[in-house]
């Protein structure tokens, strides 16, 4: 269908932003009712069959063709340092470039999410047959009540795959030596993720599973590489109404019901350029105020990532990739990461208070505070690679439950120019004091004769550039928080921006404008610690039938 087309028709649901979440909502709508006319409107292109993207020794994924490659302003609380942002930009969004991590997170800050908007439907219990419906979990015998195995995505694990490391028993012993067991089945996405876990992919035998592809859209029409500059919204005495959008070469297409589903940056950027927003930033970029909503861009949060090279005593041994050891010559060890296992672990609680307390001006109440209950602080990634030569494995840490919120603000009227993002790394004294507490965790698992790895494997930490120090259980706090500083980045997990509770409602509607809806991670209203495809499929899954449901109750 030509733009002409496009533009004359009226649709029944128009979804700005082809990624993860309108891949499934607009699938699901077709599903329900194939009379429905949708559209989607991408501003990166159809990249599903692309070689050079499906397989896990790609080489066009962050940085290359398909993201946004957004910057952070720069981050006070890391030196002033400006932190890369990848974003997926093609159809199906994220899943065209993540790594493909297949982590739900802890039941607990669904539960959280659900209490705070008031709302079951929100909660662990009342997603979790969404999460079910969106998998084919790999295990027909394994936590059976907490999965799928007939849904679009096909899980993968280093089991299934028959790719366990050499290094994996190994691991398995070192994090038991730490206090750190082995979960029921090493599964890690029951709900309770506190343990070691097994790996899981949302791959079929290493393939990419983009969600345009897994969720077709045969069936929608597709407007793809076209920029949406505003949501069209009518003012009128009894209140505003969302009625179409406008290209960023001025055409407008009309419909019945619009949905932001463009991402955490783009979501909130869209509809402060639409005249909904706060209005100190509509006037600052000359954008008329329909609609003073103040937490529109706010609450933006993001997991952090830190990684750190160790050297290995014998590289010979075989242990990493790049050594030479003809297991890895098997097809299968190129199906996915180089690691058996994923780690989640909570922080000691002594430290946290005091953090909380330098945070909040007053001692929390153990009882009460939600911080200080049992919960998934950290997750540790120990890879079996790192330097071509097989000399080095690398830790990956990503700071899961961050108490620092940032914001997106225009730079301009104009969507052609990125927004300002600061996600505000590190900006709480408790983010500085879990990531310390993870990392120094870490520094025991890898550099410390507690361990197996420890004792056996690893000789110490290779360093990093501008330090003379490295790594080490004798490093001080000081140390481990410049080399922090220096050395956090984003797990490419924005969320939070466009607020259930405060910018949505409890059925993804924007609070004072009719038939507009946003479904992606910009409406999670607390950080969820997964990784962020798991509860947006989810999401997506449930916002299909919330969306059919309410047309279906207007239609009697």
Known sequence: MDISAISNTFWDYIFVGGGLSASVVSHRLHQFNNQFKILIVEAGPDANNRSD??????TNLIGGDFDWKYDSVKQSKLDGRVVNLPNGKALGGGTVI?????????????????????????????????????????????????????????????????????????????????????????DANAGNPLGVGELQENKNKGRREIAAAIYPLGNITVLTDTLVE??????????????????????????????????????????????????????????????????????????GLFIHAWKLKDPSAGWALGSGNPLFNQEQYGWGGPMDFLASTDIPKEGLAAAIAEDEGCTPDPASHQLLDKRTFAEHVFMYAGAPDGSLVTFALVTMLPTSRGSVKLASGNISDAPLIDPNFLGTAVDRYAAREALKLQIKFAGS???????DIIEGEAGAP??????????TDSYI????????????????????????????????????????TSVFPVPLTGHLQVPTYATAEQAAEIIYNSRSKTAQ
Not at 160 to 171: C, H, I, V
Not at 293 to 298: A, D, N, S
Not at 491 to 517: C, E, F, I, Q
């Open 466 to 475: 501008g330090f003379d120090e490295v790594l080490s259980i004798n490093s």
């Open 481 to 520: 928080d410049a080399r922090l500083r220096a050395g956090i980045g984003s797990s490419y997990h924005p969320m939070g921006t466009l607020a259930m509770g405060k910018v949505v409602d409890a059925d993804l509607k924007v609070k004072g404008v009719s038939n507009l809806r946003v479904v992606d």
């Open 230 to 303: 505003k949501v069209l919204i009518k003012s009128e005495a009894d209140g505003h109404s969302a009625t179409g959008v406008r290209l960023a070469d001025g055409t407008e297409i009309h419909g019945r019901e619009i949905t932001l589903s463009a991402g955490a940056i783009r979501s909130p950027q869209i509809l402060m350029l639409s005249g909904v927003g706060p209005a100190d930033e509509l006037k600052k970029a000359n954008i008329q105020v329909l609609l003073n909503q103040p937490e529109v861009g706010k609450n933006l949060c993001d997991h």
């Open 53 to 58: 993207i499906v397989w896990p020794n790609s």
């Open 98 to 186: 993540n790594q493909s991590g297949w982590v739900r997170g802890d039941k607990y800050d669904y539960d959280l999410w659900g209490t705070i908007v008031g709302d079951p439907r929100w909660s662990y219990n009342g997603l979790l047959p969404f999460m079910k419906k969106s998998e084919s979990f790999w295990s027909n015998t394994i936590n059976t009540d907490q999965h799928g195995f007939d849904g679009p995505a096909a899980i993968q694990s280093v089991t299934s795959t028959k790719r366990e490391f050499p290094l994996r028993e190994y691991a398995l012993r070192s994090w038991s030596e730490l206090g750190i067991d082995a979960l029921p089945g090493l």
């Open 449 to 455: 004769n507690l361990t197996a790895v420890g004792r």
